[in-house]
């Protein structure tokens, strides 16, 4: 089945911790994104990959980071992480070329305390 | 740059009711549209898409039309279900440097039997 895979799926952390968020996907894309949900504010994007070893900043990507060593495998890490980073954060996957189909992880509920 | 924006929820309609959420876009250039669902616990799916003026985007009962004139992409459905019920999220993706998606801020709709 044809699947992007996060997790955890909650998270519960306190200021200042190191966390890693892991996404994987199954279907060869070479584009992968990651974006968080906030009420209103609809998903905006933080970072984003065209291929391994190729990232690039999105929209908000202040106080994130990412690393693309696998194809399969995009993470997301947060190195000190702060209450304005709560949030609903999905990884998405996309073949890369324009107009494509986003196909999107179930979630990870991130709560910094 | 690039915006979107749809019309604020929550929309509550009984059963078999006319479905209707406007949304309306920015951009710089000729950006393909987007309807995503995201049902409760889950992570997006795309609904139905166009990719230029005039396209008609089909799929489960909605339809959206692409309207350049009018920069608008509105979503209808004829007679909605209770299963219907979901956030709508309107979106484009305009680059070609990488498949980002630039999304509304989400329209949550209930559904009453």
């Known amino acids: 089945e044809a699947q992007v895979t996060q997790n955890p799926r909650y998270l519960i952390t306190v200021t200042g911790k190191k966390l890693t968020v892991t996404c994987s996907q199954n279907m060869n894309h070479e584009y992968m994104s990651w974006y968080r949900q906030d009420p209103g504010l609809g998903l905006r994007q933080i970072y984003y990959s065209m291929n391994v070893e190729v990232t690039d900043k999105g929209d908000v990507p202040e106080g994130y980071k990412v690393s693309r060593k696998e194809k399969r495998n995009f993470p997301l890490i947060l190195e000190s992480p702060s209450p304005n980073q709560t949030s609903l954060y999905f990884c998405a996957s996309s073949l890369g070329a324009l107009n494509t189909e986003a196909f999107f992880g179930q979630g990870t509920r991130l709560t910094v305390v | 740059g690039n915006s979107v924006t749809q019309m604020e929820g929550p929309v509550t309609l009984s059963e078999e009711a006319f479905l209707t959420i406007n949304c309306t876009y920015t951009a710089t250039g000729y950006p393909s549209l987007f309807w995503y669902v995201q049902y409760p616990g889950e992570g997006l799916q795309l609904l139905l898409k166009?990719?230029?003026?005039?396209d008609k985007g089909s799929n489960k009962g909605f339809e959206a039309t692409y309207r350049k004139e009018t920069t608008s992409f509105h979503l209808e459905k004829g007679s909605v279900q209770v299963s219907d019920s979901a956030v709508y999220f309107c979106a484009l993706s305009e680059s070609a440097a990488g498949n980002k998606l630039t999304f509304g801020g989400g329209t949550r709709v209930l559904v009453k039997p």
């Open positions: 166009a990719t230029k003026a005039d």
